[in-house]
């Protein structure tokens, strides 16, 4: 969407939203319920429906607690502030067990039962690469909060978007010539032994080669693995960096053995936050971290120069300044992620309106609006930061975030720019039929 769209879209939100609030009373005159009047004018007044595909069971189900709170969050701003086109949103959940085929079987529900106009929310890699291609069949939309490059490496199909997070591919070659400038440049590898690990695997390779690095060794894990002390004898002795990113119920333990392996005496270590999401860093045995660094979508301590939509989103989905549960301040958030469920969210909207989307018939007219998109302004609707979207390739670029653990806090140390993450075209979907 160019700038003058956004503007004209903003404005005959803002025209509609004063109308809903001048007819207010006349409403409520004619004993309409307060709650009700703000979704009053839509030429429907059925909700829209939003099926989300959520992790509450298997390996990412922290991940999909935290993604459904933000989603809940999202839909009650959503919904405040007089829903979609004047209709209330409602999110239709479905547990997927973090399973490539149930995935595909909840879609399906999503579709043919629910009678949903979208679906959303899915995360862990093989989970989106076993739904998309049902996606497509079903010629549902599908909206997915990944970080995979499937989607942007065009294996997946033009029914599936990722416009809220950025992936992995973006992320590596961002933080590569910092881990060389910096850290070192004989890395050893540990990862998770799916997509989602062999993205890294495969692009941080490419990338710190670029910087006239190498990866010495590659460690790949089970993701169901649950003791890990076994893998690290194969830690070559040249190595100067260890490179760790880890997902699942037990990245608690990784993080420990891994200390524990090393002692003292280690040598420099970047992780991506993944090895530590829903896990406080000042958990015992966690101490050897400090002085450490870490890749952090958005930054989960509030930094020295926090911004305003840092802190309304922090109050609108209840954490606090650590990014912990304000009502339970040892239940920590997945916060370097789950932002992408807010964003993600928020563009479906920007796309709807734009399209005037009205029901399943206009599905074709929501994907062509939400390609035309283009720049998204740090905002209240995107607090991780700018972002720049690509229609042609369905996949958003931003910044990416380097944090050193110091003195138990994750303090923001690099701020990768946007266009230190671009990539060229793999794929244009646009460019396949509906």
């Not at 692009?203 to 002390?229: D, H, M, N, R, W």
């Not at 944090?403 to 460019?431: N, P, Q, W």
Request: hydrophobic share 40%; net charge negative.
């Amino acid at each position: 969407m160019s700038d003058g769209n956004f503007k004209s879209s903003k404005l005959s939100r803002r025209s509609t939203l004063l109308g809903l609030g001048a007819s207010a009373g006349a409403l409520a005159t004619a004993g309409v319920l307060p709650g009700t009047a703000r979704f009053a004018q839509a030429q429907s007044s059925a909700p829209i429906k939003i099926g989300f595909q959520k992790h509450a069971t298997g390996i990412g189900a922290a991940y999909g607690r935290w993604y459904g709170a933000t989603t809940d969050a999202a839909v009650k701003r959503i919904n405040d502030n007089g829903g979609i086109n004047g209709r209330p949103v409602e999110i239709v959940v479905e547990d997927d067990g973090t399973d490539p085929k149930r995935g595909a079987e909840v879609l399906e529900k999503f579709a043919t039962q629910h009678e949903c106009d979208i679906a959303f929310g899915t995360l862990f890699s093989h989970v989106v690469i076993g739904s998309a291609p049902r996606a497509g069949e079903l010629k549902l939309p599908y909206f997915v909060v990944s970080e995979g490059h499937h989607v942007a490496s065009g294996m997946l199909n033009r029914y599936t978007l990722q416009p809220g997070i950025t992936d992995v591919k973006s992320q590596v070659q961002s933080m590569a010539p910092f881990v060389a400038g910096n850290l070192g440049k004989k890395v050893t590898m540990i990862y998770p032994d799916f997509a989602f690990g062999h993205d890294h695997r495969d692009f941080f390779s490419a990338a710190i080669e670029a910087q006239g690095g190498e990866v010495v060794a590659k460690i790949a894990i089970p993701p169901t693995e649950t003791s890990f002390t076994r893998y690290f004898p194969n830690i070559p002795r040249e190595t100067e960096v260890i490179y760790h990113v880890m997902v699942g119920p037990a990245v608690l333990t990784f993080v420990k053995e891994l200390g524990e392996f090393f002692g003292p005496s280690r040598p420099e270590i970047f992780g991506f936050i993944d090895s530590l999401e829903a896990v406080n860093i000042n958990s015992p045995g966690l101490e050897f971290l400090e002085g450490t660094y870490f890749w952090e979508g958005m930054p989960r301590h509030a930094q020295a120069d926090q911004t305003s939509h840092d802190k309304a989103y922090r109050a609108a989905v209840g954490v606090d300044d650590r990014g912990a549960s304000l009502s339970d301040g040892k239940d920590v958030s997945t916060f370097a992620h789950m932002f992408g469920c807010w964003e993600t969210l928020n563009i479906i909207k920007a796309g709807m309106e734009a399209s005037d989307y009205q029901g399943p018939a206009d599905r074709a007219k929501l994907i062509e609006a939400v390609e035309a998109m283009t720049d998204l302004p740090e905002s209240d609707d995107h607090p991780q930061g700018p972002k720049q979207f690509n229609g042609k390739t369905h996949q958003v670029f931003g910044q990416q975030y380097i944090s050193k653990v110091t003195d138990g806090k994750l303090v923001r140390a690099h701020t990768a720019s946007i266009e230190d993450g671009m990539y060229e075209d793999e794929v244009d979907y646009t460019a396949q039929s509906f």
